[in-house]
């Protein structure tokens, strides 16, 4: 009987002592998106422009240089149809020129968390992942000199909403366009 008092005087005490001491789990990872390959044969923007120059009359190819191409990306809450504007509200992120028209970054026996650091863009986030979101991956090219237009650099655009995956790897075809990646949470 003395036990019984004992215990239930002291168990609102330890109950208070518990709700003190606990700490508030805090919520972070990172999201990763792995450039494997891009193609853009013919050289052009978003528009049909060329990157770098005009077109060469007899084949219709772009006569300079090839593109200088970089990536953004933009993570935001899922929308079923997918805006440009407006902010990237689960975050973003960029990469430096990458390479020309086409290139592609190789990993080890196609395992893409075995590939290089390379084409990878890391977005840091500190809260609780959504089951859902909308990826907006582009293609830039660095020193366009057609600047007629808000779009007259990009070269490509993709949209994509997605749910958790560990890797998924991801293709967006386009006319003479290609972009294949992979991407983790």
Same mark, same amino acid.
């Given at each position: 009987?003395?036990?019984?008092?004992?215990?239930?005087?002291?168990?609102?005490?330890?109950?208070?002592?518990?709700?003190?001491?606990?700490?508030?789990?805090?919520?972070?990872?990172?999201?990763?998106?792995?450039?494997?390959?891009?193609?853009?044969?013919?050289?052009?923007?978003?528009?049909?422009?060329?990157?770098?120059?005009?077109?060469?009359?007899?084949?219709?190819?772009?006569?300079?240089?090839?593109?200088?191409?970089?990536?953004?990306?933009?993570?935001?809450?899922?929308?079923?149809?997918?805006?440009?504007?407006?902010?990237?509200?689960?975050?973003?992120?960029?990469?430096?020129?990458?390479?020309?028209?086409?290139?592609? &970054?190789?990993? =080890?026996?196609?395992?893409?968390?075995?590939?290089? #650091?390379?084409?990878? !863009?890391?977005?840091?986030?500190? $809260?609780?992942?959504?089951?859902?979101?909308?990826?907006?991956?582009?293609?830039?090219?660095?020193?366009?000199?057609?600047?007629?237009?808000?779009?007259?650099?990009?070269?490509?655009?993709? &949209?994509?909403? =997605?749910?958790?995956?560990?890797?998924?790897?991801? #293709?967006?075809?386009? !006319?003479?366009?290609?972009?294949? $990646?992979?991407?983790?949470?």
């Amino acid at each position: 009987m003395w036990n019984c008092i004992r215990i239930r005087n002291w168990l609102p005490i330890a109950c208070l002592l518990l709700m003190i001491w606990t700490k508030v789990s805090q919520s972070s990872g990172y999201f990763e998106l792995q450039l494997i390959a891009v193609e853009n044969v013919n050289g052009e923007l978003w528009d049909g422009e060329c990157c770098d120059g005009t077109r060469n009359s007899q084949d219709q190819r772009c006569e300079r240089d090839e593109c200088d191409t970089y990536f953004k990306v933009c993570l935001k809450e899922y929308q079923s149809e997918v805006t440009t504007t407006g902010p990237c509200t689960f975050g973003s992120g960029s990469t430096d020129v990458l390479g020309g028209n086409t290139f592609s &970054f190789k990993t =080890a026996k196609n395992n893409p968390s075995k590939a290089s #650091d390379v084409g990878k !863009i890391i977005i840091p986030f500190h $809260f609780a992942w959504p089951r859902s979101y909308t990826l907006i991956l582009e293609a830039w090219d660095w020193d366009n000199s057609t600047q007629n237009s808000e779009y007259s650099s990009l070269t490509a655009i993709l &949209f994509t909403a =997605a749910g958790c995956c560990i890797w998924s790897e991801n #293709d967006a075809a386009y !006319i003479h366009k290609k972009i294949k $990646f992979c991407k983790r949470k």
